[in-house]
């Protein structure tokens, strides 16, 4: 008894002293708590865990957006994706708890890394893992389905595929270098490249260039933005020397690597990368000197007429070049006609020349050509000199002369020599020869009287042997009658095209019933012939298109819906080149009208648009509306 009564009396004081320990606890947890908040690590911890369960959160909320919106899912069965998300999260808490409260948190943390590496290499593969060959197959199929005409796109795409692997890299490294662009990144970067990496040297298949010089850099004495160190200079002084350049060196030392003017810095490009496949070279204002190319001549220039007279021995550049396009302005035939002569030269693409009378070195070009697309735009060449070019070349399959100075570059003291005369039927003769290859054929003549020959009764003749012809464009005064009386003949269309063609763009003159009378109907009827058989005559053709020369647009009577109409009964589209513009204004001075400061407009507009839009557009009025914008 004694024994239970002291058990009682124990408890009954241990029950009588617990307040006083609860209220110490009590104390010391708020002091506890208290001592917490002062500690960094609490607050390091608890934004931890805030940013974790907010990417989580907000990663399951696009997946579920994805789903939905790029997927077209349904938002009952997406919901699942964040439910199953975030069970695993709370399956996985109570899971690791009691394995992480038994072997401790450290071997945990060791344990689940090493579990995910030993996963992810096992089951997953990368890119890194990939054969060599293949990736080297992947990335050839993604270059060939970019678009190279945009070269700031091409290299974007090119970069951020590099970010996806390190092999990806180091095998990209030669595409990023194929394409060199100056209106894209500074030149000297790549010079630098070179000089440091030598393997790079010759890796370029493509060069655009941009002459962005002005006349006021060549007076001033001015520092220009190109610039190479010392031992740079150096190493590509080297390069030069062992290219087998020796006429070339001394020029190309002093001026592309001191200097490093423009246009020299082109020739040095080219010096260094002889497997080049594209150039084409623009000026940034169609005045780069005070009279254009007309007295001279780029140093690159000099090098490619020496590749093509194979002057040097041991010189193999531009083998491979198979695609020229110089838009340059105003530059002389003489100095560019010789780069017909290069033997893998399959286009040749000449804006803003002139040349009177025949060539001098028509020696030179006897040799056949492998040219098989020529374009010459823009340009006041005289026909015998054209039809010397044509006559170097063996197989033609695309000809386009346009005949005409829209840049209004060609001034009085370029026209020393004379002018250059034009004739359709000098043309004709000379693209005798290539009627069974050719495909595409343009001969417009957009300028004045003062530039015809005395003959200018000359015409194209007969078109009808040339079989493969499929588009063609040409002005309706090249398919007039020989009569003297021009009142009692149209121009014959309808015996004089070619057979097969598909496309019919005719250019004519837009007259005034004040001016002329029959001048502003004779057009009309030439193409009424056309419309009464042209189902039998020319089972193949879909399209006619009628401009006018210079631009602006034909006006629409009842004698164009007649027209239109008979020629939508035989399967043809007719329509006329700007009929859905709201006022037949000129495109130049509908510019003009925008505002009363012009040059407000064109200085807003940097030379990189404007040479994009020109190689953007094909078609004669938009680019001589851009050219306008250049010469205004």
């Known amino acids: 008894m004694l024994a239970v009564g002291l058990k009682i009396d124990k408890g009954r004081t241990s029950q009588a002293a617990q307040p006083a320990a609860v209220v110490s606890i009590r104390k010391q947890g708020d002091k506890d708590v208290v001592a917490a908040l002062k500690s960094p690590p609490v607050y390091l911890l608890s934004m931890f865990y805030f940013f974790m369960l907010g990417t989580g959160i907000t990663a399951s909320g696009w997946v579920v957006e994805y789903l939905i919106e790029a997927r077209n899912g349904k938002l009952p069965k997406a919901g699942y994706i964040f439910a199953a998300l975030a069970g695993g999260i709370f399956l996985g808490r109570i899971v690791l708890a009691q394995s992480t409260y038994r072997y401790g948190e450290r071997r945990m943390t060791l344990a689940?890394?090493?579990?995910?590496?030993?996963?992810?290499?096992?089951?997953?593969?990368?890119?890194?893992?990939?054969?060599?060959?293949?990736?080297?197959?992947?990335?050839?199929?993604?270059?060939?389905?970019?678009?190279?005409?945009?070269?700031?796109?091409?290299?974007?795409?090119?970069?951020?595929?590099?970010?996806?692997?390190?092999?990806?890299?180091?095998?990209?490294?030669?595409?990023?270098?194929?394409?060199?662009?100056?209106?894209?990144?500074?030149?000297?970067?790549?010079?630098?490249?070179?000089?440091?990496q030598p393997d790079m040297r010759g890796s370029a298949k493509r060069i655009i260039w941009v002459d962005d010089a002005s006349f006021h850099d060549f007076l001033s004495k001015t520092k220009l933005r190109y610039e190479l160190r010392h031992p740079e200079r150096r190493e590509l002084c080297k390069a030069i020397g062992t290219m087998g350049l020796q006429h070339l060196e001394e020029r190309v030392v002093s001026h592309a690597i001191k200097y490093q003017s423009s246009d020299d810095l082109l020739t040095l490009f080219l010096i260094l990368n002889p497997d080049v496949e594209i150039l084409e070279v623009a000026d940034a204002n169609i005045r780069i000197r005070p009279h254009g190319y007309w007295n001279t001549s780029p140093l690159w220039t000099r090098m490619m007429r020496l590749a093509a007279l194979g002057s040097l021995e041991r010189m193999q550049h531009f083998r491979h070049l198979?695609?020229?396009?110089?838009?340059?302005g105003p530059i002389s035939l003489q100095s560019v006609v010789l780069f017909l002569n290069l033997p893998a030269l399959h286009e040749f693409v000449l804006a803003n020349a002139f040349h009177a009378g025949p060539l001098w070195m028509s020696v030179a070009l006897q040799s056949k050509s492998t040219?098989?697309?020529?374009?010459?735009?823009?340009?006041?060449?005289?026909?015998?000199?054209?039809?010397?070019?044509?006559?170097?070349?063996?197989?033609?399959?695309?000809?386009?002369?346009?005949?005409?100075?829209?840049?209004?570059?060609?001034?009085?003291?370029?026209?020393?020599?004379?002018?250059?005369?034009?004739?359709?039927?000098?043309?004709?003769?000379?693209?005798?020869?290539?009627?069974?290859?050719?495909?595409?054929?343009?001969?417009?003549?957009?300028?004045?009287?003062?530039?015809?020959?005395?003959?200018?009764?000359?015409?194209?003749?007969?078109?009808?042997?040339?079989?493969?012809?499929?588009?063609?464009?040409?002005?309706?005064?090249?398919?007039?009658?020989?009569?003297?009386?021009?009142?009692?003949?149209?121009?014959?269309?309808?015996?004089?095209?070619?057979?097969?063609?598909?496309?019919?763009?005719?250019?004519?003159?837009?007259?005034?019933?004040?001016?002329?009378?029959?001048?502003?109907?004779?057009?009309?009827?030439?193409?009424?012939?056309?419309?009464?058989?042209?189902?039998?005559?020319?089972?193949?053709?879909?399209?006619?298109?009628?401009?006018?020369?210079?631009?602006?647009?034909?006006?629409?009577?009842?004698?164009?819906?007649?027209?239109?109409?008979?020629?939508?009964?035989?399967?043809?589209?007719?329509?006329?080149?700007?009929?859905?513009?709201?006022?037949?204004?000129?495109?130049?001075?509908?510019?003009?009208?925008?505002?009363?400061?012009?040059?407000?407009?064109?200085?807003?507009?940097?030379?990189?648009?404007?040479?994009?839009?020109?190689?953007?557009?094909?078609?004669?009025?938009?680019?001589?509306?851009?050219?306008?914008?250049?010469g205004l």
């Open 371 to 630: 040219v098989q697309r020529l374009s010459i735009e823009g340009s006041l060449i005289d026909t015998d000199a054209i039809s010397e070019c044509v006559n170097a070349i063996k197989c033609l399959t695309e000809f386009r002369f346009e005949f005409c100075d829209a840049d209004n570059a060609f001034d009085e003291q370029i026209m020393d020599d004379g002018y250059p005369e034009f004739s359709y039927k000098a043309l004709s003769t000379a693209l005798a020869p290539h009627k069974r290859t050719l495909q595409t054929l343009r001969i417009v003549n957009l300028e004045n009287h003062r530039y015809l020959d005395d003959g200018s009764d000359d015409t194209l003749g007969s078109l009808r042997d040339m079989t493969n012809v499929r588009e063609i464009k040409v002005s309706l005064r090249g398919f007039r009658a020989e009569s003297e009386e021009r009142l009692q003949d149209h121009a014959n269309l309808h015996d004089n095209l070619p057979p097969n063609i598909n496309y019919l763009r005719v250019y004519v003159e837009k007259c005034t019933i004040e001016d002329d009378p029959y001048e502003s109907q004779w057009w009309k009827v030439s193409l009424r012939n056309l419309a009464q058989d042209c189902r039998a005559s020319y089972p193949h053709l879909k399209t006619i298109v009628v401009s006018d020369k210079p631009i602006g647009v034909l006006p629409i009577d009842e004698d164009v819906r007649k027209l239109r109409a008979q020629f939508k009964e035989q399967g043809v589209s007719f329509s006329i080149k700007g009929e859905h513009r709201v006022t037949p204004i000129p495109a130049v001075q509908e510019w003009k009208k925008l505002t009363a400061d012009r040059d407000v407009i064109l200085n807003g507009m940097s030379w990189k648009s404007k040479l994009h839009a020109i190689h953007l557009y094909d078609d004669y009025e938009n680019e001589c509306l851009l050219r306008n914008w250049r």
């Open 112 to 196: 689940h890394p090493s579990g995910r590496k030993t996963r992810q290499s096992t089951f997953t593969k990368s890119l890194d893992d990939l054969p060599e060959e293949l990736m080297v197959i992947t990335l050839d199929a993604i270059v060939n389905s970019l678009n190279i005409s945009r070269p700031d796109e091409y290299y974007k795409a090119l970069h951020s595929l590099c970010l996806t692997s390190r092999r990806y890299h180091r095998l990209a490294k030669p595409y990023l270098y194929a394409c060199v662009d100056n209106r894209c990144f500074d030149p000297a970067t790549i010079l630098r490249a070179y000089s440091n």
């Open 322 to 328: 198979h695609r020229l396009i110089i838009r340059m």
